[in-house]
């Protein structure tokens, strides 16, 4: 039977809803996402079970309805309610203490006009950590479009449905059983497929327990940053953009150093030199971008988000 829980939250004033609804509108054909008005309909995997998530932002209240194809398997509806909570805060960036980042930055003679234009920004996340790891080695080198459309030919391929017909991004589980060959028919490459089908038997096996991390941090604020970062680092096709984009997107961290991020130093160079700091026309590297916002730690990530965001049509 299926069953559906809902929740209800208020939003804080300054909270900046385009930036969410654009976040989960990169693919134009709506496959597992759907965003029209101020809702959000978005096909994900509870715990293996196929489910629609919708979120609904009206004025300052967001209302929250998960319904799940359960089969026969019994579900406690309030553990399902309080995850669901936890869920919502964490898609919406809601656990983001960007007051006191606002506050810590305000003053900062480049940064601070901008942030303040920026104020309430707060970075989307995806639905799970998996998703946002697997999002960030799909896009690994391509351009957003091309990302897009690889992604959506995952989600087609697992042919992971809600009875509603939206389709669900796989999780591990659903991605094990396919071999590098079915993700090169798919337009993965290489390198690409064998990292993603390895990171799903980790994740499987428990070696690499993304879920379990994330849930913890939501329960107890504290995540194993460097851990994990330690673990991915030794799976090929992993790197340090890679694992510092899937921190920021799939745990909420906002801490990792996004320098090797094309847009980051492009907006920066632009930032700096509308100050007059450097001549318009230099570039600055991997290594000038990382010592640039070692300062701005525990925040960096955030920084770069704010960095993204000078240039709205930046869809990571």
């Not at 936890?86 to 901008?114: C, R, T």
């Not at 897009?148 to 030919?153: A, D, I, K, M």
């Not at 379990?212 to 799976?235: H, K, M, T």
């Not at 694992?243 to 632009?270: E, K, T």
Request: aromatic residues 10%; contains cysteine.
């Amino acid at each position: 039977m299926p069953i559906t829980i809902s929740t209800r939250f208020t939003l804080p004033g300054n909270y900046q809803r385009d930036n969410f609804f654009t976040f989960h509108q990169r693919d134009t054909q709506m496959l597992s996402e759907i965003v029209k008005d101020n809702q959000l309909i978005k096909g994900i995997c509870w715990y293996d079970l196929p489910a629609q998530l919708t979120v609904t932002l009206k004025k300052q209240q967001l209302t929250a309805e998960l319904h799940i194809d359960s089969g026969r398997k019994k579900l406690d509806a309030v553990s399902i309610e309080k995850e669901l909570r936890h869920l919502v805060k964490h898609m919406l960036g809601l656990n983001q203490a960007v007051d006191e980042f606002e506050s810590f930055i305000q003053y900062h003679p480049h940064l601070g006009p901008l942030i303040a234009k920026q104020s309430g920004l707060r970075v989307p996340q995806s639905a799970s950590a998996f998703e946002a790891l697997s999002w960030a080695i799909t896009g690994q080198q391509i351009s957003v479009n091309a990302a897009v459309s690889l992604r959506r030919n995952l989600i087609r391929y697992a042919g992971v449905q809600h009875s509603s017909g939206i389709y669900c991004y796989p999780g591990a589980a659903q991605l094990i059983r396919f071999t590098v060959d079915e993700l090169r028919s798919q337009g993965f490459s290489q390198t690409k497929a064998q990292t993603i089908l390895e990171l799903a038997r980790m994740i499987y096996s428990g070696q690499l327990p993304l879920e379990q991390w994330l849930r913890d941090y939501w329960n107890n604020n504290r995540l194993p940053a460097q851990d994990i970062y330690d673990r991915l680092i030794q799976v090929k096709g992993v790197g340090p953009w890679t694992i510092n984009y899937a921190l920021l997107r799939g745990f909420g961290w906002l801490d990792g150093s996004l320098h090797g991020d094309v847009a980051v130093r492009r907006n920066l160079q632009w930032l700096l030199a509308s100050d007059k700091l450097i001549n318009k026309e230099e570039k600055i590297s991997e290594a000038a971008t990382k010592e640039w916002l070692v300062e701005f730690s525990p925040w960096r990530a955030l920084v770069a988000a704010h960095l993204w965001a000078m240039q709205k049509t930046d869809g990571y």
